[in-house]
Structure formats: structure tokens, C-alpha cells
């Protein structure tokens, strides 16, 4: 998952987050199965980006059944485990090649739909 747009704009707030469900091997990003978007205009504090991550998960097609990945910087540093309590799903900070291409699809996405909203 990735938010885009945590940062003022003509006085203004914009996150846009997206969920990309993925299959993964332990090299790459071999599947997409579903991406999920959310957005608010609340200003970008560790609460306010997990709640609009967790709507993000919420719109996924399906459930994952796979820990939400991110860079350490979207939750600004706080530990993975406060992360999981707003999120429901199991939460990690990326380890893997796979999970940081994961994480870079989401970011394309996110910033794409971002633009949309502009």
C-alpha cells in the first residue's frame, strides 16, 4: 500500500491511498489481483493516513490473506504492531524485493488517482 499527497496544497489536505492486493514470488511482483482507493482531506497525522489506508484495504475485491505491506515512512516510523491495530489485517514493513515492487505499484497507483482528484 502507498498514500500519496501528505503534504499542504493551496491550504488544502489530499491523501489518496492505495491497496494493491498482489501475488508475489520471493523476486518479483507476478500477479495484480485487485487494488483498492480511498481518500481524505483530514490533515496527514499517523491516525488520520491509517484510517485512509485501512478504507483502502476495506475496498479491496477481496480480503487479502496476506500481511498489508509499506515503507516504514507512510506510518511515520511507528512500530508495525500499532500499524496492525488500525488496520485488522496483519501489517509489515516491506523485507522482500517483492513486497518493495508491491509497494512501488501502489505508489504509481495512488499518485495516478491522486492527479484524477486535482
Do not use: W
Not at 511482483?29 to 491516525?47: C, H, I, K, Q, Y
Not at 509499506?70 to 508495525?80: Q, T
Amino acid at each position: 500500500m502507498d498514500v500519496s499527497g501528505r503534504h499542504e496544497e493551496s491550504g488544502e489536505y489530499l491523501m489518496v491511498a492505495a491497496a494493491v492486493h498482489a501475488g508475489v514470488d520471493a523476486n518479483r511482483l507476478d500477479s495484480v489481483r485487485g487494488m483498492g482507493f480511498a481518500t481524505s482531506r483530514n490533515p496527514p497525522t499517523f491516525e488520520h493516513a491509517a484510517g485512509v489506508v485501512a478504507d483502502a484495504v476495506d475496498g479491496l475485491p477481496e480480503p487479502p490473506d496476506c500481511p498489508v505491506v509499506a515503507e516504514r515512512g507512510e506510518f511515520y516510523e511507528e512500530p508495525a504492531i500499532r500499524v496492525e491495530q488500525f488496520l485488522g489485517p496483519s501489517f509489515k514493513y516491506v523485507e522482500s524485493i517483492a513486497e518493495r515492487e508491491t509497494v512501488q505499484a501502489a505508489h504509481h497507483a495512488a499518485y495516478a488517482a491522486r492527479k484524477l482528484f486535482l
